[in-house]
């Protein structure tokens, strides 16, 4: 059964850092692509950043920058570092697997506010 947990969220000031996790389980980690959407209220999902089995990676344009997505394929582990938060990345994150569907996880809360 897939599992995808995410942790690291939480309230961090603009300007300030974060960085979410996603254990994954349940699935042939090492051939998914990974990665990282976001739901503003509001708003639909979107994508933040994937990342390849062989490590390439693709950020959209809003967090080029300021994000890196990064996997350990040894300890089934994706992660996204967040720096210069913004009042506008406030939202669900969720962790995504990717080869013929989609898997996604419970999601954690990233408030941005002083």
């Known amino acids: 059964q897939v599992q995808l947990v995410e942790s690291g969220g939480g309230l961090v000031q603009p300007g300030g850092s974060l960085r979410l996790s996603c254990a994954a389980s349940?699935?042939?980690?090492?051939?998914?692509?990974m990665g990282w959407y976001r739901q503003a209220p509001g708003k639909q999902r979107a994508l933040v950043a994937t990342?390849?089995?062989?490590?390439?990676?693709n950020y959209a344009d809003s967090v080029k920058g300021r994000f890196t997505i990064s996997r350990d394929n040894a300890k089934n582990m994706v992660y996204l570092q967040m720096n210069s938060l913004k009042p506008e990345d406030t939202a669900v994150y969720y962790c995504?697997?990717?080869?013929?569907?989609?898997?996604w996880g419970q999601g954690t809360q990233v408030t941005v506010s002083s």
């Open positions: 990342i390849t089995s062989s490590g390439m990676t």
């Open positions: 995504n697997a990717r080869r013929k569907g989609d898997q």
């Open positions: 349940g699935f042939i980690f090492g051939i998914y692509v």
